[in-house]
């Protein structure tokens, strides 16, 4: 499975940014997608999560009412809407999946995801 991460830059306080995961590999028909995020001199922490359905979603409380998870099926793309961005949503932005041989429920451990992409920063300037 390769996850290509795309749509970072600059952006400010109040903005919006548009994140993009391309997908692509051999995907088991459960899986579960992520956001993470790590800012300079942080640990990385989970962002948003969704089931492979898309009927499921979960987002850490930093980002609930701004940032928003979805995925295209068709396309083997998953995206993060944010908005309302403030200068601590500043940090590289990773997709991850998590294989599963049968549905499961989100997570927000980093350890429960099987592959990554490569980081996307964004940087929220005041």
């Known amino acids: 499975v390769q996850l290509q991460a795309s749509g970072g830059g600059l952006a400010e306080t109040g903005g919006s940014a548009r994140l993009t995961c391309a997908a692509s590999g051999d995907i088991f028909s459960s899986y579960n997608l992520g956001w993470f995020r790590q800012a300079p001199g942080k640990e990385r922490e989970f962002v948003a999560a969704?089931?492979?359905?898309?009927?499921?979603?979960l987002y850490a409380d930093p980002v609930k009412g701004r940032f928003r998870i979805s995925k295209d099926n068709s396309r083997n793309t998953l995206y993060l809407e944010m908005n309302s961005l403030k200068t601590e949503d500043t940090a590289d932005y990773y997709c991850?999946?998590?294989?599963?041989?049968?549905?499961?429920?989100?997570?927000?451990?980093?350890?429960?995801?099987?592959?990554w992409g490569q980081g996307t920063l964004v940087t929220v300037s005041s």
């Open positions: 991850a999946v998590e294989i599963r041989s049968r549905p499961g429920p989100l997570s927000m451990m980093s350890s429960a995801y099987d592959h």
């Open positions: 969704i089931n492979w359905r898309g009927g499921k979603v």
